[in-house]
């Protein structure tokens, strides 16, 4: 069934490669981020390759919440509504705590949580009034647990938003008047510009595609969580919410 899908995070990375799969799958799109210009040649692209869906990009920042809002009732009316709001944009800056990195650390804090509580409510504000719609919010197998040195703070937001997701769900257990469904996704390593040049993840790392084909198939089915791609994360999820710290700190 064709839907009208936003991705927030669209210009590169997990958000283009959504906007890829999607777009194959006959869905329309509403793509938003900061790089107009690179939304612009994915739009292109992708209205060149599947003709008959529609495709409008919007500048975007997260960290403007105002904007947030303005720009989901700009692409609701575009569309004609939203089906699916994919929570997907922000950012992997951070230093050990105490060393002076306060200002990096305070920076992936409000984009990856604050501004995702932002593209939350302006989601679900939509879905309440259409009694419909599915959400889905990019988290990360770093909220398995605290982590150590530049992951402390990053890891500490995608918890935060996992449980932001998994509060909105239980919301609505009782309500028997919606056909609304959430989804929290936790990629493991999927290469992406966040993780460029990052030493220690290659062993596990997958390409974009794959790790999008994989983010796409849980969308598609609409679980209610998912670790992403199945193998190796799932049973590595359990292991990394059981081990000692000690038995952690060397697996990270």
Not at 196 to 209: I, N, P, Y
Request: charged content about 25%; glycine content about 8%.
């Amino acid at each position: 069934m064709r839907k009208n899908v936003l991705i927030t995070g669209a210009s590169s990375g997990l958000g283009e490669g959504m906007a890829r799969l999607l777009a194959a799958q006959g869905h329309h799109l509403a793509l938003t981020a900061r790089r107009l210009d690179r939304l612009e040649a994915l739009k292109d692209e992708l209205t060149s390759q599947h003709p008959d869906i529609e495709v409008v990009v919007h500048a975007l920042d997260v960290d403007d919440h105002d904007q947030v809002f303005t720009v989901f009732k700009q692409a609701i009316g575009d569309l004609g509504g939203l089906d699916r709001v994919i929570v997907n944009a922000g950012i992997g800056k951070g230093g050990r705590i105490g060393t002076g990195k306060f200002y990096a650390n305070k920076q992936t804090a409000e984009t990856n949580f604050v501004s995702a509580l932002a593209q939350c409510e302006a989601a679900m504000e939509h879905f309440n009034e259409r009694k419909a719609g599915h959400l889905v919010v990019i988290s990360s197998m770093s909220a398995m647990r605290g982590l150590p040195s530049t992951l402390t703070t990053y890891a500490a937001t995608k918890a935060a938003i996992a449980h932001l997701a998994e509060g909105i769900r239980m919301d609505l257990i009782n309500r028997k008047d919606h056909d609304i469904k959430v989804t929290t996704l936790f990629p493991g390593y999927i290469e992406s510009e966040m993780n460029a040049g990052v030493e220690g993840e290659s062993r596990l790392m997958v390409d974009t595609e794959t790790g999008c084909r994989a983010m796409v198939k849980a969308i598609d089915k609409e679980v209610a969580e998912a670790a992403v791609p199945p193998w190796p994360w799932s049973p590595l999820s359990q292991v990394m919410k059981h081990a000692p710290l000690r038995v952690l700190r060397r697996m990270v």
